[in-house]
């Protein structure tokens, strides 16, 4: 009964491979995230949807391409990885959009570029 | 500067202490504030809201300074399962959270 989970925990993989991490909640939650998380431990929200529209794109490499085919599941994938795209990802999810809602975390995947 | 600042520490303290930590945001349309904890190679998971009046979750308070932009958290009676990164959250647009980088605590025998 975990509200929200990822998989893979953990993605060793070469550079220039193209790698996809899942997402799912049961939260009944309409807005989920994705962030990264580097080796200094600064946590960066990359991507936000919202019932499955984008509202949230920062500044994230175009390899980097989030899906949500309904609002439990955001995934994300990775084309042509890099050494540089090595951390953690965290997804979460919120009941809102808005300001003033909390966020709860998945567990996080650990991605290893070689 | 960055959006939410954070002594990263760590602060050092023995059992029963009482700790407090600091953060400066720079967002002056910042709406919600929140503390998060972070235990090694764990998710964040939030530990608490900080509202306008202040708040208090048994030994856990919080403080919002909005004239001075500034968050705080008390820790009394510190326990040694509160060793952890203390992370401060400010919401701008969107719901996007900006994260400080998180404060080190641990607390010792």
């Known amino acids: 009964d975990t509200a929200v989970s990822q998989t893979p925990k953990y993605l060793v993989t070469q550079m220039g491979n193209d790698k996809s991490i899942k997402c799912e909640q049961n939260?009944?939650?309409?807005?989920m995230y994705w962030y990264k998380q580097d080796s200094k431990k600064f946590l960066k929200i990359m991507f936000s949807?919202?019932?499955?529209?984008?509202?949230i794109n920062e500044t994230v490499p175009n390899r980097f391409s989030p899906k949500s085919p309904d609002k439990a599941h955001l995934n994300l994938h990775i084309n042509s990885l890099e050494l540089g795209d090595s951390a953690v990802y965290f997804c979460?999810?919120?009941?809102?959009?808005?300001?003033?809602?909390?966020?709860?975390f998945g567990p996080g995947t650990r991605l290893t570029v070689t | 500067r960055k959006e939410v600042e954070q002594d990263p520490g760590p602060f050092n303290v023995p059992e029963g202490a009482t700790v407090a930590f600091n953060c400066t945001y720079s967002n002056s349309a910042s709406q919600s504030f929140f503390w998060y904890r972070q235990d090694c190679r764990k998710e964040p998971k939030l530990l608490m809201s900080?509202?306008?009046s202040g708040n208090e979750d048994g030994r856990f308070t919080a403080q919002l300074n909005r004239a001075s932009q500034y968050i705080s958290l008390l820790i009394r009676d510190s326990k040694l399962s509160d060793s952890a990164t203390y992370l401060c959250?400010?919401?701008?647009?969107?719901?996007?959270?900006?994260f400080g980088t998180g404060t080190r605590l641990q607390v010792t025998l």
């Open positions: 979460a999810s919120s009941p809102g959009s808005g300001q003033g809602h909390e966020q709860y």
């Open positions: 900080v509202y306008s």
């Open positions: 949807y919202n019932n499955k529209e984008l509202i």
């Open positions: 959250v400010a919401t701008g647009t969107a719901s996007k959270l900006t």
């Open positions: 939260l009944g939650h309409d807005t």
